[in-house]
DNA sequence: GATGAATGAGCTTTCATTCAT
DNA sequence: GATGAATGAAAGCTCATTCAT
């Protein structure tokens, strides 16, 4: 799965997914990203043919390695549907967090770049991830577990969008929930399970309340 | 309130805004913006001294003009918590989706810019909506009508989240809410509908919510 | 003779004069020129045309009111060859080295200025000076008391010249003449008697010297 | 000595130091130079980095190369202090004519350059010879043949300064001295020779003079 | 008489990319 | 396979000047 790049090459999308995550794909130069991946500039245009193309690349590289993971998470377990929506929750911000350079990248992108194939592969992989959810959903309704009434894609877009904002770190969260002196290891970990708990109890909310 | 820019600056402000929302800060030229804006390219440097200070005017015109509404639309009013938390949601939903451009702009600036006076602005317009948010639960609480347990920051970031997401226009959402052969306008009008729907039922069933 | 600017002119030709003088004329922009004066933008071209024309006006400014000052100085006084030199020199001095600014605004005209209208009203006005003292050498030599064998033109160049090296306050000169803890006043009267001294003296030398 | 710089470098450096001379250096713009020295424009902020760093550099280029060459001319020759005195004004006026562009550069960055470490390299540099000038008066004086009372550092400055004059090649000159029919060469050798022999002249004169 | 608004031309610098080796 | 050198295009910005009032 991972023959697909080269050390080096990896080494330069790694480079790139981290300068384009806080800067941006227009305002991070090529220059720079050979800089941070400690190669020569040509270097760039040599393996990936283009800054574009360096993108579809990053792109590529994360969501081939990170796809199939959920899928079996969920597929064949003995779980009930209320269990399966828990362990999907805690996948998707696991794995987004872990992430999280990449998933500022992809926001990015979805935001303002023009490229569609990149549209495309985004859109797909989002696709993906809603079959599951509907699936999951429509499980939990036909065994009378989940209330009808519930809008699963926005619902989706309920969860990404909380890891988003989670994600981009701004300001207000640092306010919000305030750092103090722990380490930032052990803050990001506060974080990311006070995360999953706000999620899987709103989420779980959402699928059991009767309200209209 | 709109004292502040001359006609002809709100008109460069608004193409800018546009710009910036579907090409990012970087992304759009001056020269771009000027053109858009039917303007000298000197024109901008002349009325906001830099292309930096030219976004800090778009924020500073957006978030000035649509501060105060939200306050007022809550303060007041004799209602009951849950009445007040819908009433809200509606109004942010259909403020954020007014000006769906800025909001645009602001989640890039969010994600990449490194200008702190900006990064302040952002935080304490949402810090402003925050502590509304969290009055309300407060009181809804005292009330004995909400639970215990909910995670007001985490909830509001939930709210946004979903806006920005589908403020977003993703080519996810196009997939999921095919538009048919609908109007913009009706497309846009059942989206925001569906949206609030959305909105208002899972975070009532998150305030309501028993479980843990 | 100072009628022909207003004192509003005259406030801008000063300003003009202070810029160009320690940054060049086109290092000067017609906006700090402004600014400096106290006055609008527009009123340079309005008063002088273009920033050119106003570098003329500075020429006639200063010209016009110094030019007759040396001439009466020698012209019928009662002195021998040897007095008339040193009071020369001890006039040139004075008046370069009280209008310093003007001075540099001249080398550096003189330096990169492709204007022909400016070059000539240069050339004339130190032609001026070149007549005086070469009438003055050729009586001294008629009298027997100036040698023979002195080139009056490289002469003239060489008071010139060493009071420009002076006036440009070179970083050089601040070390082969510490200033000291002596107020700017005291070290320029102490450089400008110095220098005074020093001049006399060497073209002195240079016209009683008998060697080849 | 001159591995410093490329041969391409080199082409830039001199192209850099024409228009310079001629136009000052705010007044010379980097597109005139590359197209001066028949490069693209890009290629002096690739090979230089700014164009202040490029009037660095013409600095580096001509001070390095030209350094050594007077210290060794008078060191350890056997002659007298007049006879060095003579070498050392020949050396310098053949010197600064043969690079008369660059002291025009000297001249006008002295003038209205704020670059400090420029104006340092500038300092050192005329230091170096005021210290030569200095050592080579002491000694004449100490065999009782340069009289006391000479203020080296002006007498410097005079050398300098008329040299600039020289160099500057003002309108006055022109008229003061007519070219005539002469070619350019013979014109330049002429006038060089009349200023050697005036300087030698003017010095010597100063330097053996006994009045006060 | 005096000026704020506006502009075309030009500035230096950085960009992604190409090419010869 | 890998890279230093080179470049056309475009960037943001400042300039002297004009013009309507």
Redesign the interface.
Known sequence: MSEEFSGKQIQILEAAERLFS??????SSVRDIAHEAGVNVAMIAYYFGSKEKLLLSVFHHRIASSRIALEHLLADKNMGPIEKMEVFIEGVVDRMLKHKDFH?VL??A???S?NEEL??I??DS??KN?ELVQQLIAQGQREKIFQR???A??????V???????A?G????????PKGDKSDEAYEAELRE??K???K??I???L??E??
Chains 1, 2, 3, 4 share one sequence.
């Open positions: 806080t800067r941006g794909f227009v305002g500022r926001l990015n979805q935001l303002t023009g549209a495309g985004i859109a989002k696709m809603l009434g519930v809008n894609p926005l619902l989706m877009l309920s990404t969008g909380t890891i988003y904002q989670v981009t701004s300001a207000y969260l640092k306010v919000a929930f006070a995360l708990k706000h999620l109890r709103t779980k909310a959402a059991l309340y309200g209209k």
